[in-house]
Nanobody, 112 residues
Framework: QVQVKESGGGLVQPGGSLTLACTIS????????TRWYRQAPGKARDLVAS????????DYADSVKGRFTISRDRNKNTVYLQMSGLKPEDTAVYYC?????WGQGTQVTVSS
Protein backbone atom coordinates (compact mmCIF):
# COMPACT_ATOMS: atom_id res chain seq x y z
CA GLN A 1 0.00 0.00 0.00
CA VAL A 2 1.47 3.31 -1.14
CA GLN A 3 1.36 6.20 1.32
CA VAL A 4 2.04 9.83 0.47
CA LYS A 5 2.70 12.81 2.70
CA GLU A 6 2.91 16.46 1.69
CA SER A 7 5.07 19.15 3.27
CA GLY A 8 6.39 22.61 2.54
CA GLY A 9 3.27 24.76 2.56
CA GLY A 10 3.10 28.16 4.16
CA LEU A 11 2.42 31.85 3.76
CA VAL A 12 4.15 33.68 0.92
CA GLN A 13 3.79 37.12 -0.62
CA PRO A 14 2.56 37.58 -4.18
CA GLY A 15 5.40 37.01 -6.61
CA GLY A 16 7.19 34.76 -4.16
CA SER A 17 8.28 31.13 -4.40
CA LEU A 18 7.61 27.96 -2.48
CA THR A 19 8.54 24.31 -2.96
CA LEU A 20 6.23 21.52 -1.87
CA ALA A 21 7.43 17.97 -1.25
CA CYS A 22 5.51 14.71 -1.53
CA THR A 23 7.25 11.86 0.26
CA ILE A 24 6.14 8.45 -0.96
CA SER A 25 6.43 5.12 0.81
CA UNK A 26 5.56 1.76 -0.68
CA UNK A 27 5.84 0.44 -4.20
CA UNK A 28 3.86 1.11 -7.35
CA UNK A 29 4.31 -0.89 -10.51
CA UNK A 30 5.31 1.06 -13.61
CA UNK A 31 3.88 2.83 -15.41
CA UNK A 32 2.17 5.25 -13.05
CA UNK A 33 1.63 8.94 -12.42
CA THR A 34 2.22 11.11 -9.39
CA ARG A 35 0.02 14.17 -9.36
CA TRP A 36 -0.40 17.42 -7.46
CA TYR A 37 -3.92 18.75 -6.99
CA ARG A 38 -5.21 21.81 -5.20
CA GLN A 39 -8.49 22.79 -3.65
CA ALA A 40 -9.48 26.33 -2.77
CA PRO A 41 -12.31 26.97 -0.28
CA GLY A 42 -15.68 26.29 -1.85
CA LYS A 43 -14.15 24.98 -5.07
CA ALA A 44 -13.51 21.62 -6.65
CA ARG A 45 -10.17 19.84 -6.37
CA ASP A 46 -8.24 20.60 -9.55
CA LEU A 47 -5.25 18.89 -11.14
CA VAL A 48 -2.18 21.13 -11.07
CA ALA A 49 0.66 18.98 -12.39
CA SER A 50 1.60 15.38 -13.05
CA UNK A 51 4.76 13.38 -13.66
CA UNK A 52 4.93 9.90 -15.14
CA UNK A 53 7.10 6.97 -14.19
CA UNK A 54 9.38 5.70 -15.51
CA UNK A 55 9.48 8.20 -18.42
CA UNK A 56 9.31 11.35 -16.29
CA UNK A 57 6.93 13.12 -18.66
CA UNK A 58 5.26 16.16 -17.12
CA ASP A 59 2.02 18.00 -17.68
CA TYR A 60 0.57 21.18 -16.17
CA ALA A 61 -2.69 23.02 -15.83
CA ASP A 62 -2.78 26.09 -18.06
CA SER A 63 -3.05 28.32 -15.01
CA VAL A 64 0.38 27.28 -13.70
CA LYS A 65 2.37 26.66 -16.89
CA GLY A 66 5.64 28.53 -16.86
CA ARG A 67 5.42 29.14 -13.10
CA PHE A 68 5.31 25.66 -11.54
CA THR A 69 7.69 22.73 -12.06
CA ILE A 70 7.10 19.14 -10.98
CA SER A 71 10.07 16.83 -10.53
CA ARG A 72 10.97 13.50 -8.96
CA ASP A 73 13.98 12.47 -6.86
CA ARG A 74 14.00 8.68 -6.94
CA ASN A 75 16.74 8.39 -4.35
CA LYS A 76 14.57 10.24 -1.84
CA ASN A 77 11.23 8.80 -3.03
CA THR A 78 10.00 12.36 -3.23
CA VAL A 79 8.11 14.38 -5.82
CA TYR A 80 8.50 18.15 -5.68
CA LEU A 81 6.34 21.02 -6.86
CA GLN A 82 8.41 24.16 -7.30
CA MET A 83 6.16 27.20 -7.43
CA SER A 84 7.26 30.67 -8.45
CA GLY A 85 5.50 33.86 -9.42
CA LEU A 86 2.81 32.96 -6.91
CA LYS A 87 -0.53 34.75 -7.11
CA PRO A 88 -3.33 35.11 -4.56
CA GLU A 89 -5.41 32.77 -6.71
CA ASP A 90 -2.86 30.01 -6.06
CA THR A 91 -4.05 29.94 -2.46
CA ALA A 92 -5.37 26.45 -1.73
CA VAL A 93 -4.70 23.19 0.03
CA TYR A 94 -2.31 21.22 -2.15
CA TYR A 95 -2.63 17.44 -2.28
CA CYS A 96 -0.32 14.74 -3.60
CA UNK A 97 -1.79 11.68 -5.29
CA UNK A 98 -0.34 8.41 -6.51
CA UNK A 99 -2.67 5.65 -7.60
CA UNK A 100 -5.48 5.57 -5.05
CA UNK A 101 -3.38 7.13 -2.29
CA TRP A 102 -3.85 10.71 -1.15
CA GLY A 103 -2.04 12.77 1.44
CA GLN A 104 -3.64 15.05 4.01
CA GLY A 105 -2.68 18.15 2.08
CA THR A 106 -0.56 21.21 2.83
CA GLN A 107 -1.89 24.76 2.94
CA VAL A 108 -0.44 27.39 0.62
CA THR A 109 -1.52 30.97 1.23
CA VAL A 110 -0.43 33.78 -1.07
CA SER A 111 -1.11 37.13 0.52
CA SER A 112 0.55 40.44 1.28
Amino acid sequence: QVQVKESGGGLVQPGGSLTLACTISGFTFNPYYTRWYRQAPGKARDLVASISSPAGSTDYADSVKGRFTISRDRNKNTVYLQMSGLKPEDTAVYYCNEGTSWGQGTQVTVSS
